[in-house]
């Protein structure tokens, strides 16, 4: 009897330790997110904007498979303005990665094989070196794939980090990535994903035809637009984001920059709930919302009365003259007690829905019988595959980026050798080499062009900005290519 006692004093102590241990370890895995269980495999939803994927609502942590291919589109900015767009997913900003804390990420990241360039992925949700950067570098026609463990519940942006970084950011590679906490965040009735981004083109605003990327401009951080998601009109007319009266919307809003901080409003709404740069702290009433560049804000408001409401930078000339505007249409019904006035709507016009065209990737000639074309036209049809192909390193004067794009112009390598160099352009180049006395050690992806395009691209070379006019023949390019 005594014995029975004991043993059953025992199986209590014990249980009550085990317990005082459970409780314990939870309370740790709270402390410390690094420790969440793992529990089963899923494929990410991707968004483009503005939608987002579906809330990760009260799921367990799970490796998280993302995919996602980086794409070089030419698009439109505005009316009759086309601009080469780098983009995460083919969208700007980027597909829209929802995950929640403690889940394993498994990135895997494609550069198309008809790219240009290298690029590679640093997200501000990820704990370890360059933020992925350091594992995710990809050549085009190529991937690659790394892990991390979302440590911090919040929204974070995420960009390219390549050199020169402020140019691939400036094209339109960044995007959102939110990691919701255990249990995910609060229903709401709509959400949304906007991100700002400022860009930087040779015209002016408004000047027709494909604008090329800006360098000078974006150094002085003169931005010719300052949009949401993309373009001018993403968010207008017929592309509004909408909402009936009575709902709480959230908009997970983003800036991608590369440069300018946004003051972000909605005309007519407060917005009753903002995670403050995306983190917890949760600000209530609030009018304007800053959002630094490379930052983000969760922005939640109850919509009372119907209407068009206008989201913009209330660095206002960046609304009405470049761009950042955009529009939230509610329906249904009226509600005197709230507001009384006259409804005005479409006071600010919309710039009328642009339509975002995919590149013509076929544009490949046929090399049978050619005819070497004269001078002039190889000029003409050089310059052209110079301002698609080789602009974006080489710059638009063949002056280079220091430290990072070696010049074509005056380029003492360039002229000492024009089989070396139609070798390059066949090939692409890494290893160190030194232009007019300057090292440079980086990469130069293989360009997907025909010999004639070649031809025609080197010969506008040799022919421009004070190098010594070798005319490339279309039989030296075939020469070089089956010497290989
Ligand atoms: C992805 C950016 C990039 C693009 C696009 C690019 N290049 Fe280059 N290019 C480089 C880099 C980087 C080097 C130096 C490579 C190294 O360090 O080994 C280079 C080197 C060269 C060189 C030899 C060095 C010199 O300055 O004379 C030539 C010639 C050249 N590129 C021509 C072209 C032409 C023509 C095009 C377009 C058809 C082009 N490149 C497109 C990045 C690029
Ligand atoms: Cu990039």
């Not at 983003?254 to 403050?276: A, C, Q, R, Y």
């Amino acid at each position: 009897m005594n014995s029975l006692k004991s043993i059953c004093l025992l199986i209590l102590v014990s249980l009550l330790l085990t317990n005082c241990k459970n409780k314990e370890s939870k309370e740790l895995a709270i402390l410390d997110t690094a420790d969440i269980y793992i529990k089963g495999t899923m494929e990410a939803e991707l968004t483009a904007p503005p939608f987002v994927p579906a809330p990760v609502g009260d799921r367990t942590a799970k490796k998280l498979l993302v995919n996602m291919e980086i794409i070089e589109k030419e698009g439109t900015m505005t009316d009759g303005v086309q601009y080469v767009y780098w983009t995460f997913g083919g969208s700007v900003p980027g597909s829209f990665i929802r995950t929640r804390v403690g889940d394993l990420v498994e990135f895997t990241l494609s550069n198309h094989p008809d790219n240009k360039l290298p690029h590679n992925i640093d997200m501000h949700a990820v704990t370890g070196p360059g933020g992925g950067a350091e594992s995710s570098f990809v050549a085009p026609g190529h991937s690659k794939t790394f892990s991390f463990k979302a440590l911090n519940p919040g929204l974070y942006v995420y960009h390219c980090a390549t050199a020169p970084v402020g140019m691939h950011i400036a094209n339109g590679m960044y995007g959102l990535i939110l990691v919701e906490p255990a249990g995910g965040l609060p229903k709401v009735d709509k959400e949304y994903y906007i991100m700002q981004g400022d860009f930087y083109t040779k015209g002016a605003n408004g000047e027709k035809g494909l604008q090329p990327f800006d360098m000078t401009k974006a150094i002085k951080e003169d931005a010719d637009y300052v949009v949401f998601n993309g373009k001018v009109g993403a968010l207008t007319g017929d592309n509004a984001i909408t909402a009936n009266v009575g709902e709480t919307v959230r908009l997970f809003v983003g800036n991608g920059g590369p440069n300018l901080t946004s003051s972000f409003h909605v005309i007519g709404e407060i917005f009753d709930k903002v995670n403050v740069e995306g983190g917890d702290l949760i600000n209530t009433n609030v009018q304007t919302t800053s959002i630094p560049s490379g930052g983000a804000a969760i922005v939640e408001f109850k919509v009372e009365v119907p209407g068009t409401f206008i989201l913009v930078d209330h660095a206002i000339f960046r609304a009405f003259n470049k761009g950042a505007l955009g529009m939230l249409k509610v329906t249904g019904e009226e509600n005197k007690k709230l507001y009384s006035g006259v409804k005005q709507e479409g006071i600010y016009h919309p710039e009328g829905g642009t339509i975002q065209t995919m590149p013509d990737t076929n544009k490949k000639e046929v090399v049978a019988n050619v005819v070497e074309k004269t001078l002039a036209q190889k000029l003409v049809d050089g310059k052209n595959v110079y301002m698609k192909t080789c602009f974006a390193c080489h710059q638009s004067e063949g002056q280079g980026i220091p430290n990072a794009f070696p010049p074509l112009a005056k380029s003492d390598y360039l002229n000492a050798d024009v089989k070396r160099a139609i070798g390059i352009v066949l090939n692409g180049k890494t290893g160190e080499i030194t232009v007019n006395g300057n090292k440079y050690n980086s990469v130069m992806t293989k360009q997907t062009l025909t010999d004639v395009q070649v031809a025609d691209v080197m010969t506008y070379v040799y022919n421009s900005w004070g190098n010594n006019k070798t005319n490339v023949t279309v039989k030296s390019v075939n020469e070089v290519k089956n010497s290989n």
